[in-house]
């Protein structure tokens, strides 16, 4: 029955008809609708241009205003507060009338006390470069009011590196005629501080002289005279004062903010909404009595479409309802899924828009995603982390705050991040890891115990993780294949069906033959005696392959069910291709070389559990332990979760964590691990499994939504009323 329901939602187009004094409210219920998608069908009426009124220029404009008087408060318009007024939007009128009368309030005082803040930002800026030039002059003693041009004589003062004075003095001497006055004093941090005077014709050759020895010029200030001890502390004194201003003025914008920032959030909003609304006029055709608008909606929400836009409006509004011939090629393709797996859904669409003929694999990738990314990051320490960040981000989303456009991505993700966080404690029990030690937990699995019963490491176990891994690849592919089956018979192509059906035929034939025959020794799968064995996924891993008392026997040699499983199989899907032309030649050949290639590919389950074990133990190895916290044994239901004893180097020990280790290695490979976990499971769903059934060529639905998270409309009903519409 699931499956009957996995491709996505088929989209119509509903059509609007309403006398023009409906305008606003049918607008407002399709924004309240939330699914209803605008079709440009102007250019069918001749209508292109549709010109804004006095109103709403006034509106776009009380906008821009409102956005400032935020920005300058520090108010964020996309942050909920969680708190929400009432407001009455019925009209355009009112919705102006409240942001003017916010923003007659506090919008001058506010300006006002930027404008003031900005001002004495840029005079403190002022007093603080003052300061630094009067203390960088204080070892000459010179009044500031010397510097400069007069009508006889040129001064100047700066910065000189204190290898170079020998060479200015020498070059005013040849310029000057020993006719200048030169101070200096040595500073700690390799330069001095000098000061020049000449005659005012030598300006310009001292000028040039200067520059090429990497002179620094201090600023002067005009208005600025006196010693530098005396310049320097009114320049200080005035930092203070100018700072203590600024933050009266800051704490009166913060007391702005407090008081207003409901309403200031409320007007921004409605003002947002108006601007929104204004934007979709330009889908709506006119005529001198009536308006009308086309749009997509999904098939299934015509009823509910009519009950809101008859409650809203009136009965002389005309709903249909149609499929037009064009619906095929160019409709949206609308996603329906429970709020709960909308993390898979975006990573479905991040690939590609499911199109008309393919499956929403949305509720599926929501499951096998996480379960392929716990067996890669298994680790029960480490998964709870995730888990409890998944928490923490589905709680702050469902009060409302943003965490920001980066994290932010973590609040969109976070029951995706649950999930990922429970299969990787699934894995971590399963193998028996706890924060990357294998010195706590017993492995549920015990096939994946670290250690053998004397104590020497398990040389096996990777055999078995390797297992595994093609294992969960070759459901996972098969999976894929199946739904390009399913699909194919939901459209009725049974003709083309034949190719995934062989092709399905052929993979488990070749799976059967590489785990219960051997990979080891292709000969055997062409031998004339004896007889096969069927595969049974993961009951046989840790027992080997073919005849290994776990996989039951079947009455046929290998090399019969090479033939009928493999070859047959393959002669068939290659003649199915061949029927489509080159595109079917180009998905034989995908399909053939996919056999192994992507079968092997899930190789890197294993490969990257090893990886994060081996490097979990390395900071074990590197860092004492410094604080070792012992664990006691655990039992529930007769299962074993934490012994009593562990063997370790043919020693028992009791179970324990050695605490820094865990920690750094958390912190570290953690982080490392994880996201690297996240892009390869990625991967595996993208490439190996995405390319058996789904093409993501799809048209993505974009309806029109009024979100409110600010404000609450008390917009009354409309009351019944006759109008002609034509």
Not at 669 to 697: C, D, P, Q
Request: with cysteine; charged share 20%.
């Amino acid at each position: 029955m699931v499956m009957l329901n996995m491709g996505p939602t088929s989209a119509l187009v509903a059509k609007v008809v309403s006398h023009r004094d409906l305008e606003r409210k049918v607008i407002l219920a399709l924004g309240e609708f939330s699914q209803f998608e605008f079709i440009d069908v102007r250019l069918q009426a001749k209508f292109i241009v549709v010109k804004r009124s006095r109103l709403e220029r006034i509106a776009f404009e009380l906008l821009e205003r409102v956005s400032k008087i935020a920005t300058i408060l520090g108010i964020d318009s996309r942050k909920s507060t969680g708190q929400r007024i009432e407001i009455d939007d019925s009209t355009l009128e009112k919705s102006l009338n409240f942001a003017r009368n916010i923003l007659k309030e506090i919008e001058t005082k506010v300006l006002e006390i930027d404008t003031k803040i900005a001002s004495a930002a840029a005079e403190i800026d002022r007093n603080i470069s003052i300061r630094d030039v009067a203390m960088s002059l204080r070892p000459l003693g010179l009044d500031m009011s010397f510097i400069g041009t007069t009508e006889y004589t040129y001064t100047t003062a700066g910065l000189l590196p204190a290898g170079r004075l020998s060479l200015l003095k020498w070059s005013l001497r040849e310029v000057t005629d020993d006719a200048y006055a030169f101070r200096s004093r040595p500073l700690k941090r390799g330069v001095s501080v000098v000061s020049v005077s000449v005659a005012k014709e030598n300006k310009e050759t001292i000028q040039r002289i200067l520059s090429a020895m990497g002179y620094n010029e201090v600023d002067v200030f005009d208005d600025v005279s006196g010693s530098p001890d005396q310049i320097a502390a009114n320049a200080i004194r005035k930092i203070v004062e100018l700072e203590a201003e600024t933050e009266k003025l800051r704490n009166s914008k913060s007391q702005i903010a407090r008081n207003w920032g409901l309403k200031i959030l409320a007007a921004w909003e409605v003002l947002d909404i108006e601007k929104a609304e204004m934007e979709v006029k330009n889908f709506i055709v006119y005529t001198p009595h009536s308006m009308k608008v086309w749009g997509w909606i999904p098939v299934g929400s015509e009823q509910r479409l009519t009950k809101l836009l008859r409650e809203r409006t009136d009965d002389t509004v005309q709903i249909t309802f149609e499929s037009p011939d064009f619906a095929e090629l160019e409709s949206p393709t609308c996603l329906i899924n429970p709020s709960v797996v909308k993390p898979a859904e975006g990573l479905v669409t991040a690939y590609g828009t499911p199109s008309k003929s393919d499956i929403d694999p949305t509720k599926i990738l929501f499951f096998s995603f996480p379960l392929i990314f716990g067996l890669i990051f298994a680790d029960v320490g480490q998964g709870f982390l995730i888990l409890l960040i998944g928490l923490a981000a589905w709680r702050a989303k469902r009060k409302g705050e943003e965490w920001g456009d980066i994290l932010g991505f973590l609040q969109k993700g976070a029951t995706g991040l649950m999930m990922m966080g429970l299969c990787a404690m699934l894995g971590g029990f399963l193998f028996g890891s706890f924060l990357g030690s294998h010195t706590v937990l017993e492995p549920l699995w015990p096939i994946f115990t670290y250690t053998l019963e004397n104590g020497d490491f398990n040389p096996w176990r990777q055999y078995h993780m390797l297992k595994l891994s093609i294992e969960v690849g070759a459901i996972h592919i098969s999976m894929g294949i199946v739904l390009n089956l399913y699909n194919k018979l939901r459209h009725r192509e049974f003709l083309k069906a034949l190719v995934p059906l062989s092709y399905l035929w052929l993979y488990l034939g070749f799976v059967n033959l590489l785990l219960a025959v051997g990979y080891s020794d292709i000969n055997l799968w062409f031998s004339s005696t004896g007889h096969m064995n069927l595969w049974i996924p993961f009951a046989g891993i840790g027992f080997g392959s073919g005849n290994n008392g776990i996989y039951p026997p079947l009455p046929i040699t290998p090399m019969m069910f090479t033939i009928v499983a493999l070859i047959l199989p393959l002669i068939i899907m290659a003649v199915s291709s061949l029927l489509s032309g080159v595109d079917g030649l180009v998905k034989f050949m995908e399909y053939s070389l996919g056999i192994i290639s992507h079968t092997v590919s899930y190789a890197r389950i294993f490969a990257l559990n090893t990886v994060h074990v081996i490097l979990s133990s390395v900071f074990f190895q590197l860092i004492p332990g410094i604080i070792d916290i012992p664990f006691p044994a655990l039992t529930i239901f007769g299962i074993v979760i934490i012994p009593e004893f562990f063997v370790h180097d043919g020693h028992l020990v009791a179970p324990y964590l050695p605490l820094l280790g865990a920690i750094v290695g958390t912190v570290i490979v953690g982080l490392l691990e994880g996201i690297l976990a996240f892009m390869h499971t990625l991967r595996l769903h993208y490439v190996e499994w995405f390319s058996k059934f789904y093409n993501g060529s799809g048209i993505p639905f974009k309806p029109f939504v009024i979100k409110r998270i600010h404000t609450v409309s008390m917009t009354p009903k409309h009351v019944q009323s006759s109008y002609p519409v034509a």
